[in-house]
């Protein structure tokens, strides 16, 4: 299935963390809280302003993102748990 996300939202997928700790301890799901870090899958058109016209928006499929703990809409496309979030929930873009 194709999906598209619509205004100035954003399809996230979570980067999975580590199983362990440095130590070696693993970590079992229930005490591990949901990462914070994901990779934006696809990206709406953008916002409206008062005009009518598109803002662009400042991130792009592919991109690595922070957002906030509570952030966006959990859904579940072919099988995979994403997030859509509104553009402005996303903090910043991680830079290599």
Known sequence: ????????????KRVEEE???????????????KPQEGEVIA?????RDEDGKYIQPDVKA???ILFGKWSGTEVKVDGQD???MKESDI???VEA
């Open 91 to 93: 903090l910043g873009v």
């Open 43 to 47: 990206v709406g058109p953008g916002a």
């Open 19 to 33: 199983q362990k700790t440095k130590g070696g301890i693993i970590i079992p799901d229930t005490a591990k809280e």
């Open 82 to 84: 994403l997030l859509i």
């Open 62 to 64: 592919g991109d690595k």
């Open 1 to 12: 299935m194709k999906f598209r996300p619509l205004g100035d939202r954003v399809l996230v």
